[in-house]
């Protein structure tokens, strides 16, 4: 879905939601606050796909997505199609295990390769920014 042709957008009220238009599922979103400030989707309470792997991982649709449940090391979740300008962040905050973040099936996050899992350690956050299709960079805390 790196093809923006693929991409549609939808409006919920003050709302805007881009989605794939093949799947209708939310790519990205932006909500309006109470206070009419812009919001960026959130995603929390998120499971990490129990024995990992990049075909079965739980697929990213919020800007903001908080993992709390990793039952095993390499459990694992996957980010939305590449899209120059966009950023996820993702927190693992499961009490002990790394989560995998997956880029999406050719894809690639920072010199790991295409396909390549980046290891999020628990009680850490990291953003991924693609600025080409197909290439993620990421930015961990400390």
């Known amino acids: 879905m790196s093809d ?3 991409v549609g957008v939808r409006y919920n009220g003050a709302d805007q939601e881009w989605y794939d238009k093949a799947s209708g599922n ?3 979103a932006f909500r309006q606050a109470a206070a009419s400030m812009p919001c960026e989707g959130a ?17 990213l649709t919020a800007q903001l997505n908080r993992i709390t449940t990793v039952a095993a090391g390499n459990d694992s979740v996957k980010l939305p199609a590449s899209i120059a ?9 499961a009490a002990a295990n790394s989560a995998n973040v997956y880029p999406q099936t050719g894809d690639a996050i920072n010199a790991l390769g ?11 956050t990291a953003a991924f920014t693609c600025y080409t299709a197909g290439q993620w960079h990421s930015i961990l805390s400390a």
């Open 26 to 28: 939310t790519v990205m």
């Open 4 to 6: 923006l042709s693929t």
């Open 114 to 124: 295409a396909n390549a899992a980046f290891a999020l350690a628990a009680g850490k």
């Open 85 to 93: 300008g966009l950023t996820i962040q993702v927190t693992n905050a």
């Open 43 to 59: 995603a929390d309470s998120l499971t990490a796909h129990s024995g990992g792997g990049q075909t079965s991982a739980l697929l």
